[in-house]
């Protein structure tokens, strides 16, 4: 019987699973874009703010803030990881709270990188909108 150290056998099923995990990356980001151009998508992210206890909250004004408040404390939590990941390798981005998202400018392969981790929902395209 083949006995692994618990460590060993944790880096086998992080390794073995991560791609379970690995949210998709909309291929219209990147199409015709040559190997290493960069491009601006979103990364949504799974979490949800407990917004349960708004419906207790008589005052609209009261209630609002509270939502506000849970989404912008989740999206803080959530992205932290990320956040710093993208600091490290200096990249831009831009953090959302009404939606748990990134807007970040990357390459393919950071794309990529970034759908592979848990917490990432989809990595989806960031169309360009007129106003106006």
């Known amino acids: 019987m083949l006995r692994l150290p618990l460590a060993a056998f944790l880096s086998f099923l992080l390794v073995a699973t991560s ?3 690995a949210a998709p990356v909309d291929r219209r ?5 040559a190997p290493g151009e960069r ?18 909250i008589a ?5 609002i803030r509270f939502v506000r408040d849970a989404l912008a404390a989740q999206a803080e ?6 956040r710093a990941r993208l600091d ?3 990249v831009r981005y831009r953090p959302f709270f ?17 759908a592979a981790r848990p917490e990432v929902s989809s990595v989806a395209p960031n169309p360009r909108v007129r106003m106006g």
């Open 39 to 56: 491009a601006s998508f979103l990364v949504v992210l799974r979490g949800e703010a407990d917004l349960s206890g708004a419906a207790s």
């Open 77 to 82: 939590v959530s992205q932290t990881a990320i």
């Open 88 to 90: 490290e390798l200096g």
């Open 98 to 114: 009404l939606v748990d998202m990134l807007e970040v400018v990357g390459t393919r392969e950071l794309a990529e990188e970034l």
């Open 19 to 21: 791609s379970a995990f």
């Open 29 to 33: 980001i990147f199409a015709g874009r």
């Open 59 to 63: 005052d609209r004004t009261e209630r």
